[in-house]
């Protein structure tokens, strides 16, 4: 192959698997950048939203703006665990403070659904008492149209940094922005059934379905992040694809027990990979080390790996857990090698547990007689956990 092919073949597979990484400081200035943006806006929309809604008479429109609120706190909320999440691992915690992002969502969920709970009881008991309807004005049209433009308008920059930065939590805060965007349009809606159409109780409607709205959204975030609190899975069509990716990579045959979970943007992950059953323990180490290395470059989201070194399918049995370790088996074997003089021709003795039995490998410095090997073989044999004996003598 031509060094020119090889070099666009190279070429390739970087483009193909390689994402850029933020580090954790990368990755809170972002957040913070966009967070602040959110911060600024949701100020004056509210205040916009709060004023207009009490001199529009819109019950919707000020249900809107509490909404607005809401997001002020679960922007502050955000601002707060990313700095908190952006910390590097420690001896407290050695696998990094991602996970403060995960309970700060919940935190957020649990604030929108006590939000929503208060919005729509206040609601109902006005379309119970229809004395306490309020009849909006057209003005109120208008400040809901500014409100949607602006709620849809942060969704698509909070979303932009969210998956440039691979974050959850500015990702849950993106889709919270467009959740207002569609609760404005439900009370752009409602206010102009009321307003032009004289039919006051609908914006009082608008409002409970606001309050839906915020509602649906809290309980998703809590049940969200109470799963990765709880380390479920990824998703499984993302397990088999790296189930996929590794059982290809040189010198792994096999794998099973693949086990991920999620701590913020990472994924943590732990597999059992099965290798040829001769290999030295430097070679396994090079071959879990290769797919440490890959499956982190071809899924950038994968930051801490564990890879377990099986010489046979352990995933049922274990057949050798039962077997004599080496120094009870040499307690067996070194007083009959004594017995014929053969301890000091022997080198090294290698020893893999196999199949439910001890095969060994024995490496001489000398030739042996076809008698001393006889015995040598022998004396092995005694030993019932002992399996296949293999013996490598100097030439010369």
Same mark, same amino acid.
């Given at each position: 192959?031509?060094?020119?092919?090889?070099?666009?073949?190279?070429?390739?597979?970087?483009?193909?698997?390689?994402?850029?990484?933020?580090?954790?400081?990368?990755?809170?200035?972002?957040?913070?950048?966009?967070?602040?943006?959110?911060?600024?806006?949701?100020?004056?929309?509210?205040?916009?939203?709060?004023?207009? *809604?009490?001199?529009?008479?819109?019950?919707?429109?000020?249900?809107?703006?509490? %909404?607005?609120?809401?997001?002020?706190?679960?922007?502050?909320?955000?601002?707060?665990?990313?700095?908190?999440?952006?910390?590097?691992?420690?001896?407290?915690?050695?696998?990094? %403070?991602?996970?403060?992002?995960?309970?700060?969502?919940?935190?957020?969920?649990?604030?929108?659904?006590?939000?929503?709970?208060?919005?729509?009881?206040?609601?109902?008991?006005?379309?119970?008492?229809?004395?306490?309807?309020?009849?909006?004005?057209?003005?109120?049209?208008?400040?809901?149209?500014?409100?949607?433009?602006?709620?849809?308008?942060?969704?698509?920059?909070?979303?932009?940094?969210?998956?440039?930065?691979?974050?959850?939590?500015?990702?849950?805060?993106?889709?919270? %922005?467009?959740?207002?965007?569609?609760?404005?349009?439900?009370?752009?809606?409602?206010?102009?059934?009321?307003?032009?159409?004289?039919?006051?109780?609908?914006?009082?409607?608008?409002?409970?379905?606001?309050?839906?709205?915020?509602?649906?959204?809290?309980?998703?975030?809590?049940?969200?992040?109470?799963?990765?609190?709880?380390?479920?899975?990824?998703?499984?069509?993302?397990?088999?694809?790296?189930?996929?990716?590794?059982?290809?990579?040189?010198?792994?045959?096999?794998?099973?027990?693949?086990?991920?979970?999620?701590?913020?943007?990472?994924?943590?992950?732990?597999?059992?990979?099965?290798?040829?059953?001769?290999?030295?323990?430097?070679?396994?180490?090079?071959?879990?080390?290769?797919?440490?290395?890959?499956?982190?470059?071809?899924?950038?989201?994968?930051?801490?790996?564990?890879?377990?070194?099986?010489?046979?399918?352990?995933?049922?049995?274990?057949?050798? *857990?039962?077997?004599?370790?080496?120094?009870?088996?040499?307690?067996?074997?070194?007083?009959?090698?004594?017995?014929?003089?053969?301890?000091?021709?022997?080198?090294?003795?290698?020893?893999?547990?196999?199949?439910?039995?001890?095969d060994i490998e024995i490496y001489l410095i000398t030739q042996l007689t076809n008698e001393n090997m006889t015995i040598l073989m022998e004396s092995c044999k005694n030993c019932e956990a002992v399996g296949i004996v293999t013996v490598h003598q100097k030439i010369a």
């Open positions: 192959m031509s060094d020119t092919m090889t070099k666009t073949i190279d070429s390739k597979l970087e483009t193909d698997i390689v994402t850029i990484k933020y580090n954790n400081q990368q990755r809170y200035q972002a957040t913070r950048k966009v967070t602040l943006i959110g911060i600024v806006i949701n100020i004056l929309l509210s205040i916009v939203q709060l004023i207009g *809604g009490v001199f529009t008479y819109s019950q919707a429109l000020i249900a809107d703006g509490l %909404h607005t609120l809401s997001d002020l706190a679960s922007d502050f909320v955000v601002l707060f665990a990313s700095k908190l999440a952006s910390k590097d691992a420690d001896e407290d915690h050695p696998y990094g %403070h991602e996970r403060i992002e995960t309970v700060a969502t919940v935190v957020l969920g649990m604030a929108l659904a006590g939000v929503a709970v208060g919005i729509a009881l206040n609601a109902l008991d006005r379309l119970i008492h229809f004395e306490k309807l309020l009849q909006p004005t057209s003005l109120a049209i208008l400040l809901a149209l500014v409100a949607i433009v602006a709620k849809e308008g942060l969704y698509q920059y909070t979303i932009h940094i969210a998956n440039k930065i691979d974050s959850n939590l500015l990702r849950a805060n993106a889709w919270h %922005h467009r959740s207002d965007a569609i609760s404005s349009l439900l009370v752009a809606l409602g206010v102009a059934g009321s307003a032009l159409l004289q039919i006051p109780w609908l914006d009082a409607v608008a409002a409970i379905l606001v309050a839906i709205m915020i509602f649906y959204m809290g309980v998703r975030l809590i049940l969200d992040s109470t799963m990765e609190l709880v380390d479920t899975s990824v998703e499984l069509n993302k397990v088999s694809k790296i189930k996929t990716f590794i059982s290809q990579l040189e010198g792994v045959e096999s794998l099973h027990s693949l086990r991920t979970r999620k701590m913020g943007s990472k994924v943590l992950a732990d597999v059992h990979i099965q290798v040829n059953s001769y290999l030295t323990v430097s070679e396994g180490h090079y071959i879990a080390e290769n797919v440490i290395n890959k499956t982190t470059q071809n899924f950038p989201e994968m930051t801490d790996i564990t890879v377990h070194i099986d010489p046979e399918n352990d995933e049922t049995t274990s057949p050798s *857990g039962k077997l004599p370790s080496r120094n009870e088996l040499m307690k067996h074997l070194t007083p009959q090698l004594q017995k014929t003089g053969l301890a000091d021709n022997i080198l090294d003795i290698v020893l893999h547990y196999l199949n439910g039995k001890i």
